[in-house]
Nanobody, 122 residues
Framework: VQLQACGGGLVQTGGSLRLSCAAS????????MGWFRQAPGKERVFVAA????????YYADSAKGRFTVSRDNAKNTVYLQMNSLKPEDTAAYYC????????????????WGQGTELTVSS
């Protein structure tokens, strides 16, 4: 099982970026997927989650109204569209696959990808 996140980069404050995470090695359409981030010197925190069907989403307060999580089960891919980016969004972003259809706890994620770096300049 592999999760490959990509799409990070350097953007200015107020800009937008879309992260992608492609899963391989099994079919994930029965499981929720999520995004987490880890800023330098800080712990990894939850950002957003999407249910197995894509019909339900859940966001951290910091992401509400600015980020949109979605998935394409035909491509085994989850996306994170990030708008109105702020310097405090600077972090390594990680995708993960859960063991349940709609994860609400970090402990429900059992596969993790490598991070993709986002830097938001002020």
């Amino acid at each position: 099982v592999q999760l490959q996140a990509c799409g990070g980069g350097l953007v200015q404050t107020g800009g937008s970026l879309r992260l992608s995470c492609a899963a391989s090695g099994r079919t994930f359409s029965n499981y929720g997927m999520g995004w987490f981030r880890q800023a330098p010197g800080k712990e990894r925190v939850f950002v957003a989650a999407v249910s197995s069907s894509g019909g339900r989403t859940y966001y951290a307060d910091s992401a509400k109204g600015r980020f949109t999580v979605s998935r394409d089960n035909a491509k085994n891919t989850v996306y994170l569209q990030m708008n109105s980016l702020k310097p405090e969004d600077t972090a390594a972003y990680y995708c993960a696959v859960a063991s349940v259809p709609f994860p609400v706890l970090t402990t429900q994620y059992n596969y993790w990808g490598q991070g993709t770096e986002l830097t938001v300049s002020s």
